[in-house]
């Protein structure tokens, strides 16, 4: 009998001091979805930092995901089943034109600059010289949903006449970098890059043929459902970020991460809905 | 101890063992070697097909035109692969899409290559650069200890063994060596110890061993006999034949003498040629039959057998010359019959050819007296020769024996002895007193070796001859003597009977020529009674002149010794016979030189070559020439002036030159010569210390030499004779 009443007792003792008041947000966790416009590790690797960062700022866990392609990221985040996304300015765009507006947090600023620029590429040795000489040419593209290698690339071959099926072929390579590496083997006579990847693979042989109209940089979004304190808390991380390990992880070059407004992405827009016309 | 063992003992075994461990531990290590190949083969194999591999994921990826990915995917293999040293992707059109180089230096290493292709198209090339070393170094790891316990276990194997084979094989093998030593060493010293070369040659003819007297005899040293052939101690000529009788006498090997009834030669490194006395005994031996010869050199036995056969022979020839010495026949038939003998002495001549010479008296020349086997040019040009002439002068001067070849420079005369018939001559004096008595001449084999033994026996055959000829001189010079005493005495009974009879006649004739000349001169010329006055008055002087020469002859007469010019005298004397000469149609040639004055009796001297010019005259009734010749010559150490008169008349036979100095033999009609001119003439040369020679020929001429000694600074005088 003793030997029971001391059990119960030690396991009271026991329970007594258990914590008890558990903060919602400690126990909560959000997800950052990533579309896929480099290799699903390498950006993790790239995020790891600022899901570090976030999830310290705002107390809140983070779990960095990426998206199979751009339409499931679309899909994904207009439909709200991800928290936390960062999305290139034509999936933005796309989104919202699908799904409507959602809560933007901020968006990039690449070396004091909060847009960036597209690059129809090929190769130094080759003797396209202008959009035009592309008639007839094969071309690669990055993924039919991607800003700089597909959207805005497609929309400036239109302005100069080149429509895809006066191409010899073309193809959708997913990533950038395939896109530069597509080129720089020769199994593409040309092909469509953001301003960041023409620069890396630049050395390797890469040739700028046109430069595309400068558009606002990629931007965090959350779901239109995520309670305000916590898009106001992960924007205010956001813009305060000033960890330059945890910028330039994201992208080489990122000084800052600056207010967005959907007006900002207004002439991305208009040259979509331009190619859709066009279609 | 081992180490003494090594190097005194088993050297050759000890090696052999060592060889065969040596080649059991290469063996081992060879093996290791092998699977070390295997190994490394197997890591190539391997590698080929990680690069395989990753190739065919290149190619996936590619053909998704996942190009990043590849990019990706070959850089973090290679960055995570330690082995790989360096990993290049070269697109078709050069672009590298990938290079990883590791800093880090690695030998060994290995490369490959492999081509991503599909279907048919070039997508990618990958060259990779493996570092081998870790793989080597693992090896190495593994197979020292191998090695290690491969040697460890060869050294005690071959301890071993060695121990082993040692206490069952060596130890026995070592004892039966030591007797087998001993019996070779008492066989080598029983070989050295022989006074004969023994030679030990096996059933090939192969030498084996020999002793010292061998490399003694042969002037061989041992190495160089060794393993040669038995044959090269004989004669080349012989090499052959005995190869055939080696083969015979191995059918029915026995102890016997070589070459029975054969004569043996041997031949020495330096070629000398020797008679050997050979005699063979056959040894059986565990390694077979072998031969040992006994091979003892006969030169010196044969050499005193040869002098003592031919000491033989010239005792017997000088034993047969003895008794024809005794003969009675005259000296030269005597002298064939001697060198009959002489040429029939074996060995010595060739063909039996030789002759026999005999010095004349009085003058150095040699005169052939014998001969036999000699061609007639021989006979005829060696007939008379001088001495100091040829190589039979030299012989008789120097009194020598002189051996030379027919080409000898000394050999003066060259007669033909026919073609090719090479020879040389031994020239033996005979000598007696000093004095040389004649030459034999002996006809040689070309290649005859002279000997002062043979010389020896020469001049022993010689000597007898000189004894002989002595002998034979003596008796004729005896009856000789007895000749001249007989003479003498009939001379002198001739001359005083001469003497009282001239004596006796010359008042008379004296009377009858005074009164004949005193009639003669009252009887008118042209009448009978005139003419036969007149014959009686030439028959008393030729009566008157015999008378004289008679007295001249037999009686002493006194000569006047006066120092005269000789060349005036006999210029003179040749006057009062030009007339006469010239109707017979002889031309005299006075050809004489410079002849220094000499003390002579002209008168008599006069008379001699009166004689002479008159004998001459008569000796040419057909006509001819005389001609007058001087020289000066020394004969037996005595200077002489010499005048030849020389004619070319009717010449005299042998007989007659042996009378012709005899009183009262005269060749001319009776009435017109007394037959004392010539001896009258002999008996003034004599007086003056000379004399007088004639040679002649018949048909030809003679010549008629007067020899006046030439006195230097002497007084003349009055002397008798």
Known sequence: ?279 | MMKKILHLKYKRFILTFISILLVFLAFIISIIASQHHEMLEEIESDAQREIELIGSFAQEALLMNDYAGVEQFLNKWAREHEEILSLTATAPNDFILVQFNRPKEARPSLNLIHHVRYGGRDLLLLEMIRDLSPAQKSMIKLSVPLILSSVFLTIIIGTLLWYAMRKLALTPMEREISIREQAERKFRLLLESAPDALIYADKNGKIVMMNAQTELLFGYNRNELEGKDIEILMPARFRDKHKEFREKFLLGPAARPMGLHHELYAITKKGREFPADISLSPIETEEGLFILSAVRDMTERKLAEEKIKRSYNFQTAISSILSKSLSPVDLDTQLQSILDTILAIPGLSVESMGCIYLAKDNDSTLMMKAQRGLPDTIISGCRNIPFSHCLCGEAAETRRIIFASCEDSRHMVHPDYGKEFLHSHYCVPIVSGGKTLGVINLVVKKDHKRSTDEEDLLTSVANTLAGIIEHNRTDVERQHLQTQLAQVEKLSALGRFTANVAHEIRTPLTLIGGFSRRLDKHIPGGTKDKEYSEIIINEVNRLENILKNVLTYSRESSLNMEKHNLREIITSSLKPYQEKYRAQSIRADLKLTEIPDLILDRDQIIEVINNILSNAFDAMPDGGSLTLTNESMTVHGKDYVIVHFTDTGQGMTEEQIQMIFEPFYSTKLIGHGTGLGLPISKKIMEDHGGFITVDTELKKGSTFSLYFPLQKDSNPSKQRT
């Open chain 1, 1 to 279: 009998m003793i030997k029971l009443i001391n059990t119960i007792s030690l396991i009271l003792s026991v329970l007594f001091f258990l914590p008890c008041n558990i903060p919602a947000s400690d126990r909560e966790s959000i997800t950052l979805q990533i579309h896929p416009y480099l290799p699903a590790s390498e950006l993790i690797d790239r995020f790891a930092p600022l899901t570090k960062y976030l999830s310290e700022k705002t107390k809140i866990k983070i779990i960095c995901n990426i998206s199979k392609d751009y339409t499931e990221h679309i899909e994904m985040v207009g439909q709200d089943r991800v928290d936390l996304a960062y999305m290139g300015p034509a999936s933005y765009v796309l989104m919202t034109q699908k799904y409507g507006p959602k809560h933007l947090l901020a968006r990039l600023e690449i070396n004091g600059s909060p847009l960036f620029q597209g690059v129809i590429v090929t190769r130094n040795n080759s003797s396209i010289r202008t959009l035009k000489d592309l008639e007839g040419k094969s071309f690669a593209f990055g993924d039919p949903k991607s800003t700089m290698s597909y959207l805005v690339p497609l929309y400036m071959l239109q302005e100069a006449g080149i429509r895809k099926n006066i191409l010899s072929r073309h193809n959708f390579l997913s990533s950038h970098q395939n896109v530069a590496l597509g080129v720089l083997m020769g199994d593409f006579d040309a092909g469509a890059v953001k301003e960041e990847v023409f620069y890396q693979y630049k050395e390797r042989g890469l040739k700028d043929l046109a430069w595309t109209p400068k558009i606002s940089e990629h931007v965090f979004v959350t779901r239109s459902t995520l309670p305000s304190g916590t898009v106001n808390s992960l924007r205010n991380a956001l813009l305060t970020l000033s960890d330059k390990a945890v910028l330039s992880s994201i992208k080489t070059g990122v000084t800052a991460l600056v207010p967005a407004d959907d007006s900002d992405y207004s002439n991305l827009r208009s040259i979509i809905i331009s190619l859709e016309q066009t279609e």
